[in-house]
């Protein structure tokens, strides 16, 4: 069984300042780990995975996460927000043909 | 663009009929799965295809069946709809195996009246 907890439904931040959405996963396998991004009216967009290499993943658009098996977690950062990063995140787990999505995280990005 | 296509983009539907959801893509990837999301939710998993078989299923009713055809386009089929079914049904197709890239479509909006 396999389960992941998007810590924060809702996030804010200032254009330039950093972002840290936080991901906590629970997995019976050697999970794959993933963040995707989702835009209004649009589909979802891989951002990163993590797939036992690097615990320190990097992604599209200045993204990345890190893998940090002791916390179970692979929260998301990027060092400096911009105003189209505005979106929803899903943290994601994948295991034994089951792909598992947290509730998501809504990014805003203020001027 | 992900050259994932799900036909139609929005549907009615009335409780207690049946509705077919489509998904096709430009690429001969092996595996299609779909997934569910709700408003407000993240998506939920709803089932797997592996060249024409279902090789892995979430918490759904068997009301929710699903085909994959040779060419790898897929269909999504939810019989005795309930008010509950009503939401956005996304498709994603891969080359198969866990720690794959999926690629999505846009989603079908459902609604059930």
């Known amino acids: 069984a396999q389960s992941v907890t998007q810590l924060d439904s809702h996030v804010s931040v200032s254009e330039g300042t950093p972002v840290l959405l936080r991901c906590n996963y629970s997995s019976s396998y050697s999970p794959s780990l993933f963040w995707y991004v989702q835009h209004p009216n649009k589909g979802l967009q891989l951002l990163l995975k993590?797939?036992?290499?690097?615990?320190l993943v990097k992604g599209i658009n200045g993204f990345e996460a890190e893998f940090k098996k002791s916390e179970t977690s692979f929260h998301l950062t990027k060092p400096s927000a911009h105003m189209s990063d505005a979106a929803e995140y899903f943290c994601?787990?994948?295991?034994?043909?089951?792909?598992?999505f947290g509730a998501g995280t809504r990014l805003t990005v203020k001027p | 663009e992900t050259g994932v296509t799900q036909s139609p983009t929005h549907l009615i539907k009335t409780r207690g009929q049946q509705v077919t959801l489509r998904c096709s893509s430009q690429?001969?990837?092996?595996?299609v799965s779909w997934y569910q999301q709700a408003l407000g939710q993240g998506p939920q998993f709803i089932f797997q295809?592996?060249?024409?078989?279902?090789?892995g299923r979430g918490n759904f009713p068997p009301r929710f069946s699903g085909l994959q055809f040779p060419n790898y386009s897929s269909e999504l089929n939810v019989n005795a709809l309930e008010l509950d079914d009503s939401a956005l049904y996304l498709c994603?197709?891969?080359?198969?195996?866990?720690?794959?890239?999926?690629?999505f479509g846009s989603g079908t909006q459902l609604s059930v009246l």
């Open positions: 994601v787990v994948s295991g034994n043909n089951d792909m598992r």
């Open positions: 690429s001969g990837h092996n595996t």
């Open positions: 994603a197709v891969g080359a198969g195996g866990d720690n794959e890239k999926l690629f």
């Open positions: 295809y592996y060249r024409e078989e279902e090789n």
């Open positions: 993590y797939t036992s290499a690097a615990t």
